[in-house]
């Protein structure tokens, strides 16, 4: 079974930084390259980053680049996404999937909520 389980959001004031967890099951994570997107109230799922199986080669959207990082651990099918110098408009929740080649999966995890504020 597809699962994706996000964690380590958090409330936090504008530039503190935190780290998200995803640990995923159900699909060969090691053939997989995987990506963070994030959905703010009233606003469409937007992509984060993406990172490809070796975790070589990250990519991070452009509004978030120098901010935030994304990394796996294989070993532990887990994506992580660190994120520093946080902004008000940075909150949201935050999802993990897999990149099936055209966008992300369709199955997702509950999600982790950051909330940047003061």
């Known amino acids: 079974q597809l699962q994706f389980v996000e964690s380590g959001g958090g409330l936090v004031q504008p530039g503190g930084s935190l780290r998200l967890s995803c640990v995923t099951s159900?699909?060969?994570?090691?053939?997989?390259?995987m990506t963070w997107y994030r959905q703010a109230p009233g606003k469409n799922r937007e992509f984060v980053a993406l990172?490809?199986?070796?975790?070589?080669?990250?990519m991070v959207a452009d509004s978030m680049k120098g901010r935030f990082t994304i990394f796996r651990n294989n070993a532990k099918n887990t994506v992580f996404l660190q994120m520093n110098d946080l902004k008000v408009e940075d909150t949201a929740v935050y999802y993990c999937?897999?990149?099936?080649?055209?966008?992300?999966?369709?199955?997702w995890g509950q999600g982790t909520q950051v909330t940047v504020s003061s």
């Open positions: 999937n897999f990149w099936t080649g055209s966008g992300p999966g369709n199955v």
């Open positions: 159900g699909f060969a994570f090691t053939s997989a390259l």
């Open positions: 990172i490809d199986r070796s975790g070589t080669d990250p």
